[in-house]
């Protein structure tokens, strides 16, 4: 008689939020990650309800001044009760099918099979959903090729650290798997809001890559613009999501244009050249990014 095989260890999961005065967005999201083991809202000491949106719902709240994103990041995983931790924006909400496949996965104690997994993201751009590429044009082979250029969200902590001040990025050893379900993302569901950030964010890449020694042109950052357009509407098919892929394809054309532009400017204030005003030469020091993990 064959001895039964041994039951599986159920692997717990934190689900980790962090927050700078999210009191909005934070509810869907906490219901969205209620099945987890612990949800972690790691806050950069918001002055709005946040923290007390957090606790209501039963979120546990550790606050923290933020440096930066990895240096946050990085913080917040050494905070979770769990290894296997999963990263979720207070914009985005994770899909019944993405809950029903990772609590399948740890209850089965099969998540170390791999070290991480990366998660598509679905964008709700001007009344559609956005996807790269549209599910219905994408081959399997296809989809998990591209859904690993997704940074991974669910992870074994001990394996993994964050680093790059913004747009931060994760480096955790292989292997890695590839998740059916999906995050939803709610952060520009209009052009208003997908252009309200777009100032801050691409002064801080501009920061980011003076700071590297990076040099730019005008020429040079049409070309960048131009090209990025061009490699996201054509060669990862934007142009397969109508009228929305040409709209974010020309913004994430216009974006890299504005970072290079910008770091163009900055060389130029430093090196003095032109007539700058004392609230141009303090920009480069306000957007300054500390690269801390």
């Given at each position: 008689m064959q001895a039964p095989h041994p039951a599986a260890t159920p692997m717990p999961i934190s689900a980790i939020i962090m927050t700078r005065n999210e009191a909005g967005n934070l509810p869907e999201c906490l219901a969205s990650v209620?099945?987890?083991?612990?949800?972690?809202?790691?806050?950069?000491?918001?002055?709005?309800d946040t923290v007390a949106v957090a606790e209501r719902a039963g979120a546990r709240v550790v606050q923290h001044s933020f440096a930066n994103?990895?240096?946050?990041?990085?913080?917040?995983?050494?905070?979770?009760?769990y290894d296997w931790v999963l990263f979720i924006d207070a914009d985005e909400r994770v899909s019944t099918d993405l809950r029903d496949e990772i609590t399948a996965l740890a209850a089965a104690g099969e998540l170390g099979r791999n070290n991480a997994y990366h998660i598509q993201r679905v964008h709700l751009i001007s009344g559609r959903w956005f996807t790269t590429p549209p599910d219905r044009t994408a081959t399997p082979k296809l989809r998990a090729a591209l859904r690993r250029l997704e940074v991974p969200r669910l992870f074994d902590r001990r394996q993994a650290a964050w680093h790059r001040a913004l747009h931060e990025e994760v480096s955790v050893p292989e292997p890695h798997g590839v998740l059916d379900g999906v995050i939803c993302h709610y952060a520009g569901t209009n052009l208003s809001l997908t252009l309200e950030s777009f100032n801050t964010y691409s002064s801080l890449e501009a920061a980011y890559l003076h700071q590297q020694g990076k040099q730019a042109s005008m020429l040079t950052a049409l070309w960048r613009g131009a090209r990025t357009f061009a490699f996201h509407y054509v060669v990862q098919g934007w142009f397969r999501n109508g009228e929305n892929g040409l709209l974010m394809a020309a913004i994430a054309g216009m974006n890299k244009f504005t970072n290079y532009a910008k770091l163009w400017e900055r060389r130029r204030i430093e090196a003095r050249q032109g007539t700058w005003t004392e609230a141009d030469r303090a920009m480069l020091e306000r957007y300054r990014v500390e690269d801390q993990d």
């Amino acid at each position: 008689m064959q001895a039964p095989h041994p039951a599986a260890t159920p692997m717990p999961i934190s689900a980790i939020i962090m927050t700078r005065n999210e009191a909005g967005n934070l509810p869907e999201c906490l219901a969205s990650v209620a099945w987890a083991d612990e949800v972690l809202v790691v806050d950069s000491l918001s002055t709005d309800d946040t923290v007390a949106v957090a606790e209501r719902a039963g979120a546990r709240v550790v606050q923290h001044s933020f440096a930066n994103y990895a240096a946050q990041r990085n913080y917040a995983q050494a905070q979770a009760a769990y290894d296997w931790v999963l990263f979720i924006d207070a914009d985005e909400r994770v899909s019944t099918d993405l809950r029903d496949e990772i609590t399948a996965l740890a209850a089965a104690g099969e998540l170390g099979r791999n070290n991480a997994y990366h998660i598509q993201r679905v964008h709700l751009i001007s009344g559609r959903w956005f996807t790269t590429p549209p599910d219905r044009t994408a081959t399997p082979k296809l989809r998990a090729a591209l859904r690993r250029l997704e940074v991974p969200r669910l992870f074994d902590r001990r394996q993994a650290a964050w680093h790059r001040a913004l747009h931060e990025e994760v480096s955790v050893p292989e292997p890695h798997g590839v998740l059916d379900g999906v995050i939803c993302h709610y952060a520009g569901t209009n052009l208003s809001l997908t252009l309200e950030s777009f100032n801050t964010y691409s002064s801080l890449e501009a920061a980011y890559l003076h700071q590297q020694g990076k040099q730019a042109s005008m020429l040079t950052a049409l070309w960048r613009g131009a090209r990025t357009f061009a490699f996201h509407y054509v060669v990862q098919g934007w142009f397969r999501n109508g009228e929305n892929g040409l709209l974010m394809a020309a913004i994430a054309g216009m974006n890299k244009f504005t970072n290079y532009a910008k770091l163009w400017e900055r060389r130029r204030i430093e090196a003095r050249q032109g007539t700058w005003t004392e609230a141009d030469r303090a920009m480069l020091e306000r957007y300054r990014v500390e690269d801390q993990d």
